[in-house]
């Protein structure tokens, strides 16, 4: 009865012996097709939400996880396409708004700089990269050229009301280095493809070369010649 006893528990325990091999295989086999795969799948995934797209996810064996990884390197192809793709418009708009004569300030929501091309870098003193989230009133100072009292800028009231603004003001641009512009200002909303306001695009140019023609013209049809007296006849 002993010996049988005894060859009962080696049968269990070489059995239980078994059982502990088979799950411990079982685990590894799992962990190298299930849990290696998917922890590599969320390392790439952290990668692509900062921006890195050059990755690509190793030969799965497993079928679900394997049409898993392809669907996760289609994606990161495709979002490397759109964010290239997307550079390469920025850039070209750069371009664009650096090459054209006159001023532009790109400003957010909440009426603070985003961007000045080199015309605005000129007129109002700032350079892009010194002006930068600053608010505009801080980088846009205008005036009415006959009170010299300070004026609000296009950008505030096309902001508020959601549109393009064209004011009839005769401004003058103050700039940072103490030189005066006379200016002609416009400013229009930036929308999202919603609709949404997503900041404004501030425009202006100097007249102040026109505006002082001008005022010669004017002054020369009202006044005598010779004499520079007004002329009580016009």
């Known amino acids: 009865y002993g010996a049988a006893n005894s060859r009962i528990w080696t049968d269990i325990l070489v059995l239980l012996g ?14 190298r097709a299930v849990s290696l795969p998917l922890n590599r799948l969320m390392d790439a995934t952290d990668q692509l939400a900062h921006g890195q797209y050059a990755l690509s996810m190793p030969p799965i064996t497993s079928p679900e996880l394997a049409e898993l990884a392809h669907r996760f390197n ?14 390469q418009s920025e850039e070209d708009l750069a371009l664009t708004l650096h090459s054209i ?14 961007w000045l091309n080199t015309v605005a870098e000129r007129m109002t003193g700032w350079s892009a990269d ?7 009133v801080e980088v846009f100072h205008i005036v009415d050229e006959a009170t ?17 603004v064209n004011p009839s003001h005769k401004a003058v641009l103050r700039s940072r280095d103490a030189g005066e512009f006379g200016i002609e200002d416009t400013a229009a909303p930036i929308r999202n493809d919603q609709g949404e306001v ?13 505006r002082r023609l001008s005022g010669e ?8 010649v010779l004499t520079g007296l007004f002329n009580r006849g016009e």
């Open 18 to 31: 078994g059982l502990l091999l088979s799950f411990l295989l079982a685990h590894e086999g799992i962990r």
């Open 74 to 87: 289609t994606m990161a192809l495709r979002r490397q396409s759109v964010e290239i793709q997307l550079s």
């Open 101 to 114: 004569g006159d001023a532009v300030i790109t400003t957010g929501a909440d009426a603070t700089v985003m």
């Open 130 to 136: 010194e002006a930068r989230g600053l608010p505009l």
């Open 148 to 164: 010299g009292e300070r004026i609000e800028s296009p950008v505030v009231a096309c902001l508020a009301r959601r549109e393009t």
């Open 198 to 210: 997503l900041g404004a695009v501030l425009v202006f140019r100097d007249v102040t070369e026109q």
């Open 217 to 224: 013209m004017t002054y020369r049809a009202t006044h005598d």
